[in-house]
């Protein structure tokens, strides 16, 4: 009886990715984008990280994450840092996210009529969904004739632009509340809309990052929206940014938060009113 050979067992190749990617390279990128932009990624991220930056690796002509990071912390690869933290932030929003937020909004903004200007600020705009929401909503509930300004700031350029031009595809739009549409956008020829010039004269859009360690604004806002981000920040960041958000608000301002996001641990300066909605501590206001 002929002995059987062996099974060769080949090495496992992933064929899949045009390059190794590895876990020293993520800590290094991890640590980047913390310190960038104050963004803890999970450890379990490395896969996204991968599929967001590989296109950043191949537009560069470089030959691997190693050489993509070196390039990044060089002084020829201060430009790229802006796509890298473009890349690697998340953008997700709607038209009227979090519907119950704009209820309380409209609300609060009636209190305010006839003292004076109301600003508001939109912290996180993305591609401008939250922002033209906010000022659709002051637009329903006080009507036209009233001076309301909104600064929306983001750390991503790319969607900054996107919101200053306030285009939408149709898909986007049908999120809006029945007659929205009509109302407050116009439709293109391409089957896109464009948020009409009374909207977008209402809203500024400039880029900030929450994690610097001071900011250009000298108002104190209304309102402060600054949803789904912090779930990105550690406890410590937080903190920090929460710290900086205090001063800017008014005595009777509302800050807004994620559905998800709960900051008990800065009672000093915020008190929960309800439905993620604070305002300041009555010890410090």
Known sequence: MQNKMPPIILPKIDFTREFAFS????ERIRQLIYKEAGIALNPTKKDMVYGRLVRRIRELKLNGFA??????????????????????????TFFFREEHHFQILAEHLKKLV??????????????????????????EALGSGHR?????????????EVGRKGIYS??????????????YFDKLPDGNY???????????????????????QRKSFDAIFCRNVMIYFDRDTQLAVLKK?????????????????????AADYFT?????????AKARA
């Not at 600020?121 to 969904?129: D, F, H, N, P």
């Not at 958000?245 to 641990?265: I, T």
Request: charged letters at 20%; proline letters at 2%.
């Open 23 to 26: 876990d020293q390279e993520f």
């Open 170 to 183: 149709a898909d986007k739009i049908s999120r809006l509340p029945a007659g929205h549409a009509a109302r």
């Open 114 to 139: 006839g003292k004076g200007e109301i600003n508001i600020w939109c912290a996180a705009s993305s591609t401008g969904e939250e922002p033209y929401s906010i000022a659709i909503a002051a637009l």
């Open 272 to 280: 929960l009113r309800g439905k993620t909605v604070y305002e300041l």
């Open 67 to 92: 050489a993509y990071i070196d390039f990044l912390q060089s002084i020829a690869g201060k430009r790229e840092f802006e796509q890298f933290v473009n890349a690697l932030t998340t953008n997700l």
């Open 194 to 216: 464009q948020a009409k010039a009374q909207l977008r004269e209402m809203i500024s859009f400039s880029r900030l990052n929450l994690v610097d360690a001071s900011w250009a």
């Open 245 to 265: 958000f205090h001063p800017l608000l008014k005595a009777h301002g509302l800050l807004f938060v994620g559905h998800s996001e709960n900051f008990y641990f």
């Open 148 to 160: 309301i300004q909104i600064q929306a700031t983001d750390l991503d350029t790319s969607v900054l």
